[in-house]
Nanobody, 124 residues
Framework: QVQLVESGGGLVQAGGSLRLSCAAS????????MGWFRQAPGKEREFVAG????????EYANFVKNRFTISRDNAKNTVYLQMNSLNPEDTAVYYC?????????????????WGQGTPVTVSS
């Protein structure tokens, strides 16, 4: 079992930045693909970014490209999401997820473990 705990969410003004963290416990995540998803009120959960085991491969949703950066520190068992140039459309609960596979997946059902989420609110 992998337990995931997100942190770093909060209220930020449009144009601002936040850095989300996802701390894993129970197992090393060094052989898990890690992903970030988000869910806005009344909307389905959507893929934001994913990163391969070693961090050599990353994938992003089109709406966050060049604004968000996913990274990982396997020694700390932690994954990060640096979010810049935030806008009100980025308001959502952000979830960290782990997938015990080799390919970065964009579909939520591919992921085996989920955190409880951290809320992000961007004011205009």
């Amino acid at each position: 079992q992998v337990q995931l705990v997100e942190s770093g969410g909060g209220l930020v003004q449009a144009g601002g930045s936040l850095r989300l963290s996802c701390a894993a416990s129970g197992r090393t995540i060094s052989n898990y693909v890690m992903g970030w998803f988000r869910q806005a009120p009344g909307k389905e959960r959507e893929f934001v970014a994913g990163i391969s085991w070693t961090g050599s491969l990353t994938e992003y949703a089109n709406f966050v490209k060049n604004r968000f950066t996913i990274s990982r520190d396997n020694a700390k068992n932690t994954v990060y999401l640096q979010m810049n140039s935030l806008n009100p459309e980025d308001t959502a609960v952000y979830y960290c997820a782990a997938d015990h596979s080799r390919m970065v997946q964009t579909r939520s059902y591919e992921y085996d473990y989920w955190g409880q989420g951290t809320p992000v609110t961007v004011s205009s």
